[in-house]
């Protein structure tokens, strides 16, 4: 049984997470992404690096960090009601600006939380 189930953030019938991990992975990446996504469930707040890694600069957010080959995999969450939540996916690269733009977009996410009536 899943000590700490993944939620993922929604606006509607629109899942982000889900999206980028359907539209934008390869099979192979989506299954790293997915035994990461099962460590996070299993361990909870207690996994760290390398798989793991708090965002300096912003509240309660954090970052599971899988890579695949030279594809470094970017998957946003936060802690709600005790339940990992998937709010931003994306794949790092030396972007600068635009890897802010994730870390942003994640945290107006996480922001509009309490105010969803249920995640799934």
Known sequence: ????????YHEGKFYPVVDFLTNELTPEQRGK???YG?????????????????????????????HFWNTEIRIIFTWYKSQPVFLEGFIEKSE?????RHYDRAN?????????????
């Open 1 to 8: 049984m899943k000590k700490y189930p993944i939620a993922h």
């Open 33 to 35: 992404v997915k035994t």
């Open 38 to 66: 099962e460590l996070l469930e299993e361990r909870g707040p207690m996994l760290t690096r390398p798989q793991v890694e708090k965002l300096k600069g912003y509240s309660d957010l954090w970052e599971l960090r899988p």
């Open 96 to 100: 600068g600006k635009k890897t802010q």
């Open 108 to 120: 107006e996410r996480k922001n509009k939380l309490p105010k969803q009536e249920a995640l799934k």
